[in-house]
């Protein structure tokens, strides 16, 4: 069942539905990089339960989630808040039963996951949603699931999106909720983005 996009939700509000479909229909996507994210392929790679349940937020074309189904993971779920897309998404898997894509608000999503993939939608939301950010990654993780992906480096010199930060700033960010397992520097990243990310793994507080 499609999830209905709440327009009092900050997130509308502040980065809305409007322009990131826009981006779409427009083809306007510059943070694509046309495969999977090479530091969450090799994370993908090493894991062997594959009824693991998988949330993907802000998924874009998420060849992520290709990559995942061609490698038999059974429970995957993609949310997105572009109408545009998430129909292009709906016909491209519309015979596959592994995956569930939700047109709707992160922050407005419920459920329990044992992994959550984070690739460009952190640094898609402003600054100040990044408390709320953090509370919604708590809510849907069980006890112990992970958050997992990269995170930019860096600050970037235009008002984003994307916008950036620094390790320091994540860690602090995170601490009360999450330990953290891992936040260093990718030695894999797409070529484009070499130095500029950080990989991380942060386990959900019991």
Known sequence: MEKKINKESPFVELLGEMFWNNQYI?????????????PI???IDQLTNKQLRILIPGCGNSYEAAYLLQQGFTNVTLIDIAPHLVQQLKNKYASNTHINIILGDF???????DLIFEQTFFCALSPSLRKS????MKQLLVPNGKLVGVLFDKVFEQNGPPFGGYKS?????????????TA??????????LQTELFIILQKKI
């Open 107 to 113: 922050f407005n999503h419920k459920g329990f996951y």
């Open 169 to 181: 700033e994540y860690l602090s960010l995170f601490k009360n909720d999450f330990n953290v397992i």
């Open 184 to 193: 260093e520097l990718c030695y894999n990243s797409f070529s484009k983005r």
């Open 41 to 43: 392929k090799a994370y």
């Open 133 to 136: 950010y953090v509370e919604a």
């Open 26 to 38: 427009a083809s306007s996507t510059g943070w694509d990089l046309g495969q999977v994210s090479p």
